[in-house]
């Protein structure tokens, strides 16, 4: 599907998330002898780029896509957007049970698995279902004005808008 050029820097984010999941879900295969050293590797580079990426990418879209969606009616009567900041709690609150786990040193397996589930079905619900209602909910300035507003990752992909 074609995305909104004023949204690429979200499906950027995404497809970021998307491998961290595969990383954490490659790394629950991997044979059991090495799977805890690895797991817990694969599991602080995604928080590293939770704290780096993932954490901002929230709040942009509550931030800067919510307010813009605002403006058409009232979130509260949106089921995708309800849904979009109920994602963003239970992510938020698996990352915290995760870091906790790991600090304690205790196994961190179904913690990462269920991690590695929330982000690819909540990524896969933004682009399936977020994204194409606010295309076709914002009008092309309202669309223009938000992706001004958003960050990319790797600045050398970005796109004028």
């Not at 690895?38 to 939770?50: A, S």
């Not at 194409?132 to 001004?148: K, S, T």
Request: hydrophobic fraction near 45%; include cysteine; aromatic fraction near 6%.
């Amino acid at each position: 599907m074609k995305r909104h050029v004023a949204l690429h820097p979200l499906s950027q984010h995404h497809h970021f998330a998307l491998m961290e999941a595969l990383f954490i879900r490659r790394a629950l295969k991997d044979p059991a002898a090495g799977r805890k050293k690895t797991l817990e590797r694969v599991v602080r580079k995604f928080l590293r780029f939770w704290k780096k990426a993932g954490q901002q990418h929230f709040r942009e879209e509550e931030e800067v896509l919510l307010p813009a969606w605002s403006k058409h009616g009232r979130l509260d009567k949106e089921p995708l957007i309800m849904r979009l900041v109920a994602d963003h709690a239970a992510i938020r609150a698996q990352i915290a049970d995760l870091e906790a786990a790991l600090k304690a040193g205790q196994p961190v397996v179904e913690l990462s698995a269920e991690l590695a589930r929330l982000l690819h079905d909540h990524v896969r619900f933004e682009e399936n279902e977020v994204f194409p209602r606010a295309e076709r909910l914002l009008n092309e300035n309202e669309l223009a004005a938000l992706g001004q507003r958003l960050s990319w990752l790797h600045p050398k992909r970005s796109c004028e808008i």
